[in-house]
Each structure stands twice: as structure tokens, then as C-alpha cells.
């Protein structure tokens, strides 16, 4: 199984439904993170787990409700979302939070309508 | 804020040759610095991280680090038209704890002619 690995691939939505984003990690590290990229702009970060704390929320919005149930696995529930949230959400891992480097899933392709 | 800032290209080499790439960031405090490789459609892929001032080689990759002037880049020797991708500087900074996250730059498009 490769190391970080995320479903579905694509997504498309209406604004009034509610999905799911999964991500799993295999590498056995205790960090994972939700980034945001947009076109033209640089990835944003949006969540940090720590061993299963939540460390960070970037000021992110209540529309996007990030869950973690154990240090592989990591979700990112989605509601009323916004055309403008239509982006590549990608999860990564790292060893620990902070200085480790990061490992990247594919990404989940997500289009609102 | 914190910032990382890179020339979004895009940067054009000829086969063969070296393509240079450059970024910059404010957070003096800033120790580990990381370079990803991204291709159209995909996610990043980490190619060379480096945590000290000088020169850090990795095959045909080259870090160079100067943290006075607050300058990372990477060499790439011999480009090929498969280094042809996006590429993403980070910086890691902190916010007065012990834990750091990434900060990325908008990336540089490289491609590279045969």
C-alpha cells in the first residue's frame, strides 16, 4: 500500500449537499494535515493532528469539519460549501508536527456547484 | 505573515543545461527548508530538504541555503524535459511554540525544451 492515500479522487457537489473527505497514512507517523491549493495561489494550510490532537486550525471555516479517530486516519467533513471552495484538498503526514518533512496524498479534486 | 515568495516563471531552459531556482522568505527564526516537485494534475513530491547554510547535493539536485540573506534555491544539473513540473519552496515556521508548519511559496513552473 502506498504511503498516503486519499478518496474519492474527484468530487462534485451542490452546495447543499454533505460529503466526506478520507485520508489514510501507512508510514506510521504521528502528524497529518489538510492544505488547501487554488490556482494561482500557494497551498494553505488548514488543519494540524498530532497524535490525534488537533494543533492547529488556520482560521479555517465551520463549513469544513476536520475529524481524526486515530494517528492513519484523517477526515475532512464538508457542508453548504461555497463555489469558491471548489480546489485540490491534500492531505499529508510527517513523522511528528514541526520540523519533519511532509508526505503528500494524491489529493481529492473537489468542484461545488 | 509570514511569507515565502518565489518568481512564478515560467523559467524555460534548453535540455542539458542547469536551471536555477529561487526563493525567498521573512521568518528569521526559520531552521528546515524543503523543496517539492509538483506535475500537472498530481500532488507535491518531496525532492531535497536542507536545514544548514551552504550546499547540499542529492544526485543531480543541488540545495543551496544562506540564511543571513534569507535565500534558498535549487540547482538542477543536466535538466531533462522530465524535471518539466512546478516547484514548490517551504519554509518551516514557528509561532512562538516548539511546533513549526510549512509555508509554501506560489512555485516556479520549470520546462525544460529538448
Known amino acids: 500500500e502506498t504511503g498516503v492515500t486519499q478518496t474519492p479522487r474527484h468530487l462534485v457537489m451542490g452546495m447543499t449537499n454533505k460529503k466526506s473527505l478520507k485520508c489514510e497514512q501507512h508510514?506510521?507517523?504521528?502528524?497529518m494535515y489538510w492544505y488547501k491549493q487554488s490556482a494561482k495561489k500557494p497551498l494553505e494550510l488548514m488543519f494540524v493532528y498530532n497524535f490525534k490532537e488537533q494543533t492547529e486550525n488556520n482560521s479555517v471555516p465551520s463549513r469544513f469539519s476536520p475529524e481524526c479517530p486515530n494517528s492513519s486516519h484523517l477526515f475532512l467533513h464538508l457542508h453548504t460549501l461555497q463555489p469558491e471552495d471548489s480546489a485540490l484538498y491534500l492531505c499529508a503526514s510527517s513523522q511528528d508536527a514541526g520540523e519533519d518533512t511532509q508526505y503528500f496524498g494524491p489529493g481529492t479534486r473537489l468542484t461545488v456547484l | 505573515q509570514k511569507e515565502v515568495e518565489q518568481n512564478s516563471g515560467p523559467l524555460s531552459v534548453p535540455e542539458g543545461a542547469i536551471a536555477s531556482l529561487n526563493c525567498t522568505y521573512s521568518?528569521?527564526?526559520?531552521?528546515?527548508f524543503f523543496w517539492y516537485r509538483q506535475y500537472s494534475g498530481k500532488s507535491p513530491e518531496l525532492i531535497m530538504f536542507?536545514?544548514?547554510?551552504g550546499d547540499k547535493e542529492d544526485g543531480r539536485f543541488t540545495a543551496q541555503l544562506n540564511k543571513a540573506s534569507q535565500y534558498v534555491s535549487l540547482l538542477i544539473r543536466d535538466s531533462q524535459p522530465s524535471d518539466s513540473a512546478t516547484y514548490l519552496c517551504a519554509v518551516n515556521v514557528n509561532y512562538g511554540g516548539s511546533q513549526g508548519n510549512l509555508i509554501f511559496g506560489k512555485g516556479t513552473k520549470l520546462s525544460v525544451k529538448p
Open positions: 521568518d528569521r527564526g526559520s531552521q528546515s
Open positions: 508510514l506510521g507517523h504521528n502528524a
Open positions: 536542507i536545514y544548514s547554510n
